[in-house]
């Protein structure tokens, strides 16, 4: 009989630990939205006209090539950095960006509303930034 109950307890107490690991199910694990924003975002609605591929990375580098108008990609690089959800950066010549930048994510689209007087919201979707368009940049601010 005290085997027998050592056996049910056994059993209990692995299948206690084997829940503990499980989220509630049909629910997905909240992932932050600093892990949401690393990878790589096309422009899809931008308040200047032109084209815009970004890269945000793990260790808080981005690369960021735009195009206005007609012309070619320009390359520029720099830092970020996500408190909450106010996004800041900084270019590798010292100049931080013109704004900060309110952060939102739904799914691969993302969007970016400036803290600033004019207030400009602008989207992105995920998206690999095209060889070509790494390729033909013309590097703007360059690494250190």
């Known amino acids: 009989m005290v085997i027998m109950k050592k ?20 629910k997905k694990p909240e992932i932050d939205l600093e892990e949401q924003l690393i990878g790589q975002w096309h422009s899809t609605s931008i308040s200047v006209e032109g084209d815009i591929y970004i890269e945000f990375y793990q260790e808080k580098s981005f690369e960021l090539y735009q195009q206005i108008g007609e012309g070619a990609y320009r390359l520029y690089r720099g830092t970020w950095n996500l408190e909450g959800d106010l996004l800041t950066g900084k270019y590798n010549d ?50 250190r």
């Open 94 to 143: 010292g100049e931080d960006w013109a704004a900060a930048y309110k952060v939102a994510i739904e799914g691969d689209v993302l969007t970016m509303t400036s803290q600033n007087d004019a207030a400009e919201t602008s989207t992105y979707k995920k998206s690999d930034i095209p060889s070509e368009v790494k390729e033909r940049c013309e590097t703007v601010v360059k690494s």
């Open 7 to 26: 056996i049910l307890l056994i059993f209990a107490v692995l299948a206690l630990v084997a829940s503990c690991g499980k989220n509630e199910e049909g």
